[in-house]
């Protein structure tokens, strides 16, 4: 079943959440075989979704798609009491908690890229790791969004691998009883790879974490973009389910 949980109709604030946007992502979507969408706002541009529209198309059901709800909420340590108020203010069928920043550094903004080359890149990778720990920790979230989102401009570190900064995080994610997205949008990106990597899938699916699937559209184009590679993955590191949300319980269902 092919499902698309992190789409954003308004991008970074630049579209009118309308009937037309909406219907173009769900046009798109049916041609490219997807059955479920999560559209999830980033969480600072949550005012400009028209819930009433929302949920007008949810209960219309365009192309017999299924539309879920979701929020993508951007982890910052110390804003817990924030991102909480911010949730408790819609019945969201899923949370999606990343991370963008370190230390106030946007290191995924393409004006901000250029501070991989004035700090330790292996700094970085732990800096990160350790915001994603705190994040899973906090409860915040029922989804971690592209897990090695840090490697977005291609760059490695050089002491230890990436795996050796981020399998713990898998741990955490394990313990909390969280999922993961496998999100295609770096496919799009410099790196030119899913987020997250194939060695952490394989390792996700020996420790039984959940896993479901995004594009990170921005555009309707975007729309399921990259999901044959995503779900391709998936299986080939073992998986033969994926997990849906409604109101922020699992569903499982055949992949």
């Known amino acids: 079943m092919l499902v698309d949980y992190h789409v954003h109709a308004v991008a970074h604030g630049e579209y009118k959440y309308s009937q037309e946007l909406i219907d173009q992502y769900m046009d798109n979507a049916c041609r490219r075989g997807i059955k479920e969408i999560g559209f999830s706002e980033h969480d600072e541009f949550v005012s400009l979704v ?152 394989n390792t996700m699916f020996r420790y039984g974490i959940p896993i479901t699937f995004g594009s990170d559209a921005h555009h309707p184009d975007q729309i399921g973009e990259g999901l044959a590679a995503a779900y391709q993955s998936a299986r080939q590191a073992g998986y033969r389910y994926l997990v849906r949300f409604n109101q922020r319980n699992q569903l499982v269902t055949v992949l």
């Open 50 to 201: 028209d819930f009433e529209l929302f949920n007008k198309m949810q209960t219309n059901q365009r192309n017999d798609i299924k539309l879920r709800l979701g929020l993508e909420l951007d982890y910052i340590p110390g804003k817990e009491k924030e991102i909480k108020e911010i949730i408790s203010q819609r019945q969201y069928d899923y949370i999606i908690g990343s991370v963008h920043y370190i230390d106030g550094w946007g290191f995924d903004h393409p004006d901000f890229q250029g501070g991989f080359l004035e700090r330790d890149i292996d700094e970085i990778y732990s800096q990160y790791a350790n915001i994603l720990i705190k994040m899973v920790q906090s409860s915040c979230c029922d989804v971690v969004g592209h897990l090695d989102l840090v490697k977005i401009w291609g760059h490695r570190p050089q002491k230890r691998s990436s795996f050796y900064y981020l399998e713990p995080v898998l741990r955490a994610i394990k313990e909390h009883n969280l999922a993961v997205e496998i999100n295609s949008a770096g496919l799009r990106k410099k790196v030119a790879e899913l987020y997250p990597a194939a060695d952490l899938v």
